[in-house]
């Protein structure tokens, strides 16, 4: 169970980074419509930037967390890994949803 709860995991954490690409992409084509004389705010790119950053802290102690309910226990990684495969799949969702967006 803890290694298919691990492949589970790596699979989504795979679909992540493709979806990230993709998301990056059209972030930066959505920049290229700014005017930056007149707007000070951050870019699309760079607000989604600090966000994935502050969801990757999110989601290691969230499973790190959740984890800990078997903590000592066998089932402490399968735990682990179900909520890293979980919230990286939403964050997936997530992020294709900010390209179909506009």
């Known amino acids: 169970m803890n290694y298919c709860a691990g492949k589970e995991y790596e699979i989504a954490d795979v679909a992540l980074n493709v979806q990230w690409k993709t998301t990056v992409a059209k972030m930066r ?3 290229k419509t ?3 004389s007149y707007d000070t705010q951050p870019t699309h790119y760079d607000a989604l930037l ?3 950053r502050a969801w990757l802290t999110y989601r290691d102690q969230h ?3 959740e984890g800990f309910a078997a903590r000592g226990g066998s089932m402490a ?3 682990h890994s179900g909520c890293m495969a979980r919230l990286t799949k939403a964050r997936t969702a997530e992020l294709q949803a900010l390209v ?3």
């Open 29 to 31: 084509e959505r920049d």
């Open 77 to 79: 990684p399968m735990l």
């Open 63 to 65: 499973c790190l967390n």
């Open 50 to 52: 600090a966000a994935q």
């Open 100 to 102: 179909e967006e506009y």
């Open 34 to 36: 700014i005017d930056r």
